[in-house]
């Protein structure tokens, strides 16, 4: 399974960006999706995640500005960021609770890809 991720890039504080992300290969179910962030110097930190059921749970820096949304038929996730800030610059990571034809539940890491919002 690989997650492939796209999106992101260079914008002025207020702009707005679309992260999306889909999930390849021996995929049975998707539990659920999500974002993940990582700036120079911190941890990595939960940004968005979305259930199967489209149950969504947001970082309470993100709320109202940020949003989420899934495809379980199509393993994607997008999310979609609106009045960006220049703290919300980091590497943004898709990540993937995923359901093989095994039964079991794996999880999965994308690619990193950046978001930069301008000073």
């Known amino acids: 399974v690989q997650l492939q991720a796209s999106g992101g890039g260079l914008v002025q504080p207020g702009g707005s960006l679309r992260l999306s992300c889909a999930a390849s290969?021996?995929?049975?179910?998707?539990?659920?999706m999500g974002w993940y962030r990582q700036a120079p110097g911190k941890q990595r930190e939960l940004v968005a995640r979305?259930?199967?059921?489209?149950?969504?749970n947001y970082a309470d820096s993100v709320k109202g500005r940020f949003t989420i949304s899934g495809d379980n038929d199509k393993a994607t996730v997008n999310l979609q960021l609106y009045n960006l800030k220049p703290e919300d610059t980091a590497v943004y990571y898709c990540?993937?609770?995923?359901?093989?034809?095994?039964?079991?539940?794996?999880?999965?890491w994308g690619q990193g890809t950046q978001v930069t919002v301008l000073q």
């Open positions: 990540n993937a609770d995923l359901k093989r034809q095994s039964g079991r539940s794996y999880n999965y």
């Open positions: 290969g021996s995929i049975f179910s998707v539990n659920a």
């Open positions: 979305i259930t199967s059921s489209g149950n969504t």
